[in-house]
């Protein structure tokens, strides 16, 4: 048997598939960082407001991506639609699912830009802590829920262009998103060039306008990409039978991201039984872990894509090495990572907030999350290589499975009954991502999915 280190350098050499992986998880990195700022930005940004605007932000983030999280997995049935058309090399079938995509995207993502802005008070009612709080939230989603129709549509283009391998578009998308969310957070949260201050409500309107810049970076991209070839003699209204192909393909990722977003609302819910302290520290550990979970979404997505090109074409072989060399890349990033929550982690905590009391309570949870961070490679690339094989369904009914049977009730045993506070509270999710990771290789390596049909 050969030595860790010649295994490991097979693993990064320069061959097809390595710069195939790279060349798609590289841009959907930087894209997804850039999204993780939209929020942190947000936090850092109203932070000058206390420990009850943190609180709020963290709150309102996670509730509202809840509601939009159901209709981002549409987005990733899109990709894995378009990955296996590419891949049988059927470009009209490409168009007609464009086509249905975007008015798809168009008439959710009103319904949730109108919709939300009567519910963000009632939202806040059910999943807020006490008054103050759901206060600030309320305020913060009333003007967030205002763009969502963008970053609904962004997400479903994103994942058009992801599943022809043009992953570079999403990432400069994201980038214009996050620098417009800064500049925009110095306009209306502090009152700049003559607008009246808004605080919280400031960051909300800021992210609604951000979205809005991100998405029209899109067009350039479809003219640059020659997308236009795609949609030669195909018709501009929507087809029933694509329709039903996304919602087909698309509703188990929706329906997952969504219940599972649920979960952890709930799980903030169970947080405001042991104090403001302990929301605003799992606000400060939600932005931080939105940077290390972004090598498993992006090699994730690499995966997706050769692996559904791959099957499209029949090449099962690589469809399988693909997955398992991207969850390898990831895991190696993710660990990195990893190591500097446990060594870094209170300097990472300093950087968001200056508060001691927030430090000490956070710092102990990273150390737990940074020991777990490999597995949680393997769980997210692998369950999308799933999803993109065909077997999406499976992996709606672990996540499910999991996160009610296990995490929610584990994180109340952890923290409240047994009075380990955030620390049990988030040894929880320790155990939730260990589990999934374990289940999804095992799945994975039995092949089941190579019978697996989009």
Known sequence: MDPLYKKIFRAYRPSRLNVKILSLALPVVFGMLSQSLVWITD??????LGQNAIAAIGIGGTSYYTLVAFLIGFSMGVQIIVARRFGEGKRSEIGKVGVSTFYLSVFFGILLSVSGLWISELIMFWVGPEQTVNALGTEYLYYRFIG?????????FRGFLDGLGFTKAGFVSMAVTTLANIFF??????????????????????????????LLVFPIFFFYYKIGEYFE?????????????IFKVGSPPGFEEGLVNVAFVIFSKIQGLISVLAVAASNVLFSTLSFAFLPGYA???????ILGQAMGAKKYKLAYHSAFRSAFIAAHVMGLIGLCFIFFGKWI?????????????CYPVL???GIIQIGDAYHMVIGAALRGAGMQNYVFRIYILLTYAVMLPSAYLFGIVWKGET????????????????????EFKKKNWVKGTV
């Open 148 to 156: 969502s129709g963008f970053y609904f549509l962004g997400f479903c």
């Open 233 to 245: 003699g195909v018709s501009l209204l929507p087809s029933i039978e694509h329709l039903k192909e």
């Open 185 to 214: 957070n110095w306009i209306f949260i502090y009152g700049n060039l003559g607008v009246s201050p808004m605080g919280i409500g400031g960051a909300g309107l800021a992210s609604s306008i951000a979205g809005l810049a991100g």
């Open 299 to 305: 090699f994730g997505v690499a995966a997706t894509t």
């Open 367 to 369: 150390v737990l999350l």
């Open 423 to 442: 620390l049990g509270l988030w040894t929880s999710i320790f155990v939730w991502i260990g589990s999934l990771s374990l289940i999804f290789v095992y």
């Open 349 to 361: 905590v300093y950087a968001m907030t200056r508060d001691e009391s927030l430090v000490e309570e």
């Open 43 to 48: 936090t850092v940004m109203v932070g000058y």
